[in-house]
């Protein structure tokens, strides 16, 4: 699928790539722009702000966990420079609490990684839901709930592990543990 112009005048519409993982970053860039889109790479929130304040992309990958401030904290300011900008939160550390989230504050759609270039341009065009999508017969387990739990206090103060530790009545190093580990399954 190749990208739509958005822009009069533009060649290759703009696409702001933001992930910690440079590697993932410079292979997803490489595919992106073989599909028609100018891209640009941040590894940090700053950086991606900078760039996106020099020249507002079309369109956004931005990862949800970044070394310098949670991914998440991007979208207002992208969306500040430009209301029309395609967002997609891409994540290895999906919950449903930062996927309500990242929607809320104007994200176009949230994908879990692993994911190509192809389901990235799908989900740049993912305007209406799915009336038709099935729920699921078995409900989450106890520790998927907490991980769920633990991200949704998180978020509620601001990523600062101190706070929420106490909010959660849980000492901060056990908190960064489990926050540390990979997400639990269903």
Request: aromatic share 4%; net charge positive; charged share 25%.
């Amino acid at each position: 699928m190749m990208a739509r112009r958005t822009r009069e005048g533009d060649d290759k519409p703009s696409l702001l790539l933001v992930d910690d993982d440079a590697t993932l970053c410079d292979t997803l860039a490489r595919a992106l722009a073989k599909r028609g889109f100018e891209v640009k790479t941040a590894l940090t929130a700053a950086a991606a702000s900078k760039l996106a304040s020099e020249s507002p992309p079309e369109y956004a990958v931005v990862d949800l966990r970044l070394p310098d401030k949670p991914g998440l904290m991007l979208i207002p300011t992208l969306i500040g420079l430009d209301p029309h900008t395609r967002i997609v939160v891409l994540t290895g550390y999906g919950n449903i609490a930062t996927a309500i989230e990242a929607i809320k504050l104007g994200a176009t759609y949230y994908l879990c990684k692993p994911v190509d270039a192809d389901d990235i341009i799908a989900a740049f065009y993912h305007d209406a839901g799915n009336d038709e999508t099935a729920a699921k017969e078995k409900p989450m387990s106890i520790k998927r709930l907490e991980w769920e739990h633990i991200w949704h206090v998180l978020r509620e103060h601001n990523g600062n592990i101190s706070q929420a530790a106490r909010a959660l009545s849980m000492h901060r190093r056990t908190l960064q543990r489990k926050l540390a580990k990979r997400p639990v399954k269903n």
